[in-house]
């Protein structure tokens, strides 16, 4: 690199002399300020395949942690109900999402939207590979209940079976004592909200449970019936629904201040 130039002078340089389009170098850089932010602003000729990969791992995780947010506010569900689901769970083509063993020990069925269809079926495309290099490894298979796994003992090596979220590691059984991958642990997820919450600068308590609530208030707003909503929330009563519409109405329980009316 010459004396006294950025690198990102160098690069935008190199760029225009290959006559890349302007969009295709304005991604290219912010790529470059990804990559070198991520490791404390080193230098790339700094670094090699290891810090590459060690960014290629954050942003995989970073991924899946949108996913699973857009399914708590798309699809109303809880933040454990996320992290359980199967891949046999996921009705791409119907546009729904069966939750298993919800709350109550009931199953239920929920929307899944349809601007998350195609992201869902990029990430399970690459979920799949996996699964198959894992089989080929031998690698032992995902967690089933105990009942469950004596029944389908080969349930656990089925791809239908496998977590959508599963963890990076193996973990041992506590019942068996063997080896099993389980889900991915819902801490990474609380702490990635916690942190969004705190750079976005918002003073009201929110939470993962927070999307949920924005799910069924805003479906209340559009004008979904409360008995879908209920449903589509798993709520055994209504009156637990019926909740969400004391902030439906703007200002305290929808009144409107007389002072705003002399104004």
Request: proline share 5%; glycine share 6%; charged share 25%.
């Amino acid at each position: 690199m010459p004396e006294g130039r950025g690198l990102f002078e160098v690069a935008r340089e190199r760029m225009r002399t290959r006559h890349l389009a302007l969009r295709t170098e304005q991604a290219y850089l912010q790529w470059m300020r990804r990559y070198v932010k991520f490791h404390n602003r080193r230098h790339p000729r700094d670094m090699g395949p290891a810090e590459v990969e060690a960014f290629l791992t954050h942003l995989a995780a970073d991924a899946k942690v949108r996913l699973i947010a857009s399914l708590l506010y798309g699809s109303g569900l809880r933040l454990m109900e996320a992290h359980r689901l199967r891949v046999k769970d996921l009705l791409l083509e119907r546009g729904e999402i069966v939750v298993r063993d919800a709350k109550g020990g009931k199953d239920r069925v929920t929307v899944l939207p349809e601007s998350l269809v195609a992201p869902l079926r990029e990430y399970l495309a690459k979920l799949f590979d996996r699964f198959e290099r894992q089989r080929r490894l031998r690698e032992p298979g995902v967690w089933l209940p105990t009942a469950l796994a004596r029944k389908y003992p080969s349930a656990a090596i089925q791809w239908g079976w496998q977590w959508v979220f599963p963890a990076n590691s193996l973990c041992r059984d506590p019942y068996t004592g063997g080896s099993i991958r389980h889900h991915r642990h819902e801490k990474i997820v609380q702490r990635a909200v916690q942190a969004a919450v705190h750079k976005a600068g918002i003073s009201q308590p929110a939470s993962c449970h927070t999307f949920r609530h924005c799910f069924a208030t805003h479906l209340l707003q559009a004008g979904s019936d409360i008995r879908t909503v209920q449903e589509l929330l798993g709520h055994a009563d209504v009156t637990t629904t019926m909740l969400y519409t004391h902030v439906m109405g703007k200002g305290a329980m929808g009144a409107r201040s007389p002072l705003d009316r002399q104004l």
